[in-house]
């Protein structure tokens, strides 16, 4: 399948590594130029740098050959404006995106896209944990996937740190922490918050 992934952050890149991985034929598509570091050594799909908005810069990475276009780039906006180019000029058969703002979810599908809100994601796991007090992980299943979520323990030698320092293995990723008064901080909002004794850190991995 010849698949086309707007934005190479986090989702992107562990995306386009793991349909890579399955024999996909992988393009991936961003404005910064050094997010293509976090592709695995292995890759050798096909990476541009430039603006996904931009239908020249989606023709030289082969949007009018491809089956499938994942928009998971950190902006919602641009996000839209991926999908509804590759849907609506392009006539892409199948077209996921992601969003931040769950209140913009049935404006997507009503333009037939495909949506995964990772807001919405994990506000279900947490309540998943909250239900089930005896435990600290949770999993869901996803289509053929299961993704498990945990609340570590934040421990001495990571207190002080902001989530960017905190690391983590390969196939997991820091959705964001439970503070120790119970609020919830998104990765994306959490900025320059500093780790205390009693946090927990959210975190999202494939098993």
Do not use: W
């Amino acid at each position: 399948m010849n698949i086309l992934i707007a934005g190479c952050g986090q989702v992107g890149a562990g995306l386009a590594n793991a349909l890579y991985k399955e024999g996909h034929d992988v393009s991936v598509v961003d404005r910064d130029p050094d997010s293509f570091t976090l592709l695995e050594d292995g890759f050798t799909g096909f990476r541009l740098a430039g603006k996904p908005i931009d239908s020249a810069v989606l023709r030289r990475a082969g949007i009018e050959e491809c089956h499938l276009v994942a928009a998971v780039t950190g902006d919602d906006n641009t996000n839209l404006m991926v999908a509804q180019i590759a849907k609506e000029i392009f006539g892409v058969p199948k077209v996921l995106t992601r969003l931040y703002d769950p209140a913009r979810q049935d404006l997507y599908e009503e333009g037939e896209l495909h949506t995964v809100c990772p807001t919405t994601l994990t506000v279900d796991l947490i309540q998943q944990i909250i239900s089930q007090a005896d435990q600290d992980s949770a999993q869901v299943v996803f289509g053929d996937n299961t993704i498990s979520l945990s609340a570590l323990a934040v421990p001495s030698s990571h207190r002080g740190k902001t989530l960017a320092q905190v690391g983590l293995s390969a196939d997991e990723s820091i959705l964001g922490v439970l503070r120790k008064d119970g609020g919830l901080l998104f990765h994306e909002a959490a900025g320059n918050y500093r780790l205390r004794k009693g946090d927990r850190v959210l975190c999202a991995r494939r098993v």
